[in-house]
Structures are given as C-alpha cells and as structure tokens.
C-alpha cells in the first residue's frame, strides 16, 4: 500500500536534496569538508559536524543519497506516524549522534587495520613513512558523510515496534519478516565493521552507532507497552 509522507520524514529528505545540491554547485568552499564528520582530534574537526555530517552524502553520485532517503521513507514514515512528529525527529537526530560518538571511538582501530593491510605496507613504502605516521595521515584525512547511521536506528526501532511485518527483499522470492531482516543487515556491519578491506567505504561502526541507540530509545520509550518477538 502506498503511504502518505509524514511531515518530518519528508522535510529530513528535502533538507538532504538541498545539502546534496549543495554539496554539488557551491564552489567557494568545500561545504563536504566542512559538514562531515572529521576525527576528534584532526585539524577538520568541527563540533557541528556531529549533526551535520547526517546531512551529507557522497557528492560524486546520486545512488548513496537515493538509497538513503527511500530507506528513510520506507521505515520512518511508519514510525514517525507511531511516535509522533516530535518524538521522531529527536529520536533521529539522537540515533545520528550515536552514530558519530561510535564512530569517533573507532577511527583508531579502522586507521590501524588498514596501516597493516597491504594498501597500508604500499602507502608507507611509497611515502617512505613509518606505520605509525601512516595511522595518524589516516585519522588526520578521515571524512564521513550521510545519514545511514540515523535510518539504521530507525529501521531498528521499526523491526523491534512491528517485528511481524512482512518484507520483500532483492533476489528472495518470498516475505521475509522485520525482525529478521534487520538483525541481517546489522551482522553484516559488524562483519564488515571488524574485518575492513581495501576500498570499502561503508561507515561500518556508524550503522551499528545508530542502531545501539535507537534500539535503546525505542526500548526505553516502549517499555511499558509489551511487544512480543514472535
């Protein structure tokens, strides 16, 4: 059935087309270094950054920003609906900062595993510089951009309020339920999240920031309505 926009989800993706064209025409700065999220401890860092780097996306195309905003329609709109306007847009920005408070902890260790990859050996040789000044170039050029990490605490709180609602996913020929879907996606950043390769730009730590604290919203502000899992 065909669902009617409710008014923060559809203001959330008119925001994010206007920061996309943005991110696109505006050539006197660089408004995507200016609004992602840069390593605490780097020069770039920028205390807005926590809220404003969920308003960004990859400015080199438009698949990242269209996946984002269908995922943010497909799941929100159901759940801003449930909790009300109000409710919803701070549990968004809320699950985005956990994102980003996750994701700053993690910065080192991603910095680390891809010193020792082999991308990271070829780096070090090429600048003839040592793994340890490898680790800081990469904490120090860290950049994030997207909402990924506030829809991952939006689809969880939707798979834990409406465990039961069927779904199609590519290349599976029947209904698969929310609260198996979901769990899927979130193993597979935690995969990825733990065991990084060399190209993989995915926000792996900033999806599973979102959905620890949007699970524990939802639990928190549902807690006296008991929901059955099966």
Not at 148 to 160: E, N, T, W
Not at 201 to 210: D, E, I, S, T
């Amino acid at each position: 059935m065909m669902q009617r926009t409710t008014p923060i989800v559809l203001n959330l993706i008119i925001i994010n087309v206007i920061v996309y064209l943005a991110q696109r025409t505006i050539t006197a700065f660089d408004v995507t270094d200016w609004g992602g999220l840069h390593y605490f401890f780097s020069p770039g860092f920028k205390p807005h950054q926590l809220i404003t780097h969920m308003f960004m996306h990859d400015s080199k195309g438009f698949g990242h920003l269209f996946f984002n905003m269908f995922a943010l329609w497909m799941f929100g709109t159901t759940l801003e609906n449930y909790v009300g306007s109000k409710k919803f847009l701070v549990f968004y920005l809320i699950s985005g900062l956990g994102a980003a408070v996750l994701t700053q902890f993690t910065i080192p260790f991603s910095a680390e595993a891809f010193a020792k990859s082999a991308d990271g050996v070829q780096t070090a040789l090429t600048n003839n510089a040592t793994m340890a000044q490898v680790v800081e170039a990469v904490k120090d050029q860290y950049l994030m951009v997207g909402a990924s990490g506030a829809i991952m605490g939006v689809m969880v709180a939707f798979a834990y309020l409406f465990p039961n609602t069927e779904m199609y996913m590519m290349f599976i020929p029947i209904p698969v339920k929310a609260k198996f879907v979901i769990p899927v996606f979130i193993l597979i950043d935690l995969f990825g999240g733990l065991n990084q390769t060399a190209g993989d730009n995915v926000a792996h730590f900033a999806h599973l920031g979102g959905a620890l604290v949007g699970f524990l919203l939802i639990f928190f502000w549902n807690k006296t309505n008991r929901k059955t899992f099966y």
